[in-house]
């Protein structure tokens, strides 16, 4: 088996030149684990020192992994530093704060007044929150039509 801790002058300096990631569902704790990974990969330098997760083009979701890879794809295009999407979800997703915000809303007539496309229900309680809590009204759209030095294609 070949040492790969060796320095070797046929090795690449950087291996890991695009890197793809796939986050699969599973609500908060889907969310939590693509937070946990997005957060050790700056940790991880090449020997060209950058880090893995600038090396990160492309990432792929479904369901709770998505609140994690969405969150990360709107803060890397607003040019946002990695704390500040750290932060937002970890503090949001910590405890029963986001629940308590869902149940807030659900409760709250006027936010079911001025959005009649929805029934009040917990499930569309819950996409409000994400919408307005996590997500702060922005859309997806916005991501393809962004000028943003972001690593992400």
Do not use: C
Not at 9 to 17: A, K
Not at 93 to 117: A, C, H, Y
Not at 132 to 139: C, P
């Amino acid at each position: 088996m070949k040492n790969l801790s060796i320095k070797e002058p046929d090795r690449e300096e950087t291996p890991f030149g695009h890197i793809a990631l796939a986050f699969s569902g599973g609500g908060s704790r889907a969310s939590s684990f693509g937070l946990g990974v997005l957060s050790y990969l700056p940790q991880l330098q090449q020997e060209n020192q950058t880090s893995l997760l600038e090396n990160v083009t492309f990432i792929s979701s479904a369901s709770g992994g998505t609140i994690a890879n969405a969150m990360y794809a709107q803060n890397s295009v607003a040019g946002k530093p990695f704390g500040e999407f750290y932060k937002n979800l970890f503090e949001n997703m910590q405890g029963t704060v986001l629940l308590d915000n869902v149940f807030k809303i659900l409760n709250e007539d006027s936010v079911w007044e001025n959005r009649p496309d929805k029934k009040r229900n917990l499930i569309n309680a819950f996409a409000l929150a994400y919408d307005s809590i996590l997500f702060k009204g922005s859309l997806l759209g916005k991501l393809y039509s962004s000028d943003s030095p972001s690593h992400l294609e």
